[in-house]
């Protein structure tokens, strides 16, 4: 489903600020593979997705998403294929607009824009049994604006919103981060449960081990731009964060220092 071939990505090339953040990192997904991506800060996670959802371009290599070539596609052009939730809970939706109409534009991913965005009965009968699946007594206030949510009910939503039309790709980028913890374990529940019933082919990127080891059926490590774990099936499963701190140091040839990884 998501194919990449030896991408490089620098920023600033030529200055003293210049930074090599993906060094030909290749991965391919199959079908309903769900893969976090663990790393410390600077280990190339963010630009590997950003450079998927057409953030900002690479400058070689390439990025396929069902066999069709999306190196060269900007992020509009991507987001028919791409669902994203931001570690940002302000991010993804319309604060000012009501959860209904949110709900009405995140329907019509990949259709033809209109300047309609009110829904009829039967989509306000679906959007309320969708709402309904997230536990949060949502169902009842879609007339609600989206900025009078919290944190965690404006992160479901977003999820919710990103999968409502199943795109062919799901990114997770760090979206419990920002959370307190019993909510961010509440929002990685639903989203394993969403994941697995709708089968969807996810990339999500976590600083969190423990939640890295928890979900997923693979788990790929970065440093410095490159993958230096990739563990999949029961291999990951058996795993725990002391054998993958070993795997790290064996590869990589150093302990890992980043604080926000030692501490999840």
């Keep these: 489903m998501l194919r990449i071939d030896n991408i490089h990505k620098t920023f600033n090339p030529g200055t003293i600020t210049e930074k090599h953040a993906l060094k030909g990192v290749s991965i391919h997904l199959p079908p309903g593979e769900f893969v976090t991506v663990i790393g410390g800060n600077g280990a190339g996670k963010s630009t590997l997705m950003n450079s998927i959802a057409g953030t900002f371009p690479v400058d070689s290599g390439q990025i396929a998403i069902d066999g069709i070539d999306i190196t060269r596609w900007a992020e509009h052009e991507r987001a028919k294929f791409i669902g994203r939730v931001f570690q940002d809970p302000m991010m993804g939706t319309a604060a000012d607009m009501m959860i209904e109409e949110n709900l009405a534009i995140a329907s019509r991913r990949g259709k033809t824009p209109t300047l309609r965005w009110s829904s009829k009965a039967e989509d306000q009968d679906r959007?309320?049994?969708?709402?309904?699946?997230l536990n949060l007594g949502l169902e009842d206030r879609l007339e609600s604006k989206v900025g009078l949510l919290s944190g965690g009910?404006?992160?479901?939503?977003?999820?919710?919103?990103?999968?409502?039309?199943?795109?062919?790709?799901?990114?997770?980028d760090e979206h419990t981060a920002a959370l307190d913890p019993k909510t961010a374990e509440k929002v990685l529940n639903l989203t394993e449960k969403i994941v697995t019933e709708r089968n969807l082919t996810t990339l999500m990127i976590t600083h969190n081990m423990r939640d890295a080891l928890k979900l997923g059926n693979r788990l790929i490590m970065m440093y410095d731009g490159k993958i230096l774990v990739d563990v999949r099936g029961d291999e990951k499963k058996n795993?725990?964060?002391?054998?993958?701190?070993?795997?790290?140091?064996?590869?990589?040839?150093?302990?890992?220092?980043?604080?926000?990884?030692?501490?999840?």
């Design 153 to 172: 009910q404006r992160q479901a939503l977003t999820l919710l919103m990103a999968t409502m039309v199943k795109p062919k790709l799901l990114l997770l």
């Design 239 to 264: 795993l725990t964060v002391k054998d993958l701190l070993a795997m790290f140091e064996k590869a990589a040839g150093s302990e890992l220092t980043s604080d926000a990884l030692l501490l999840s």
């Design 127 to 133: 959007f309320r049994e969708l709402l309904k699946s």
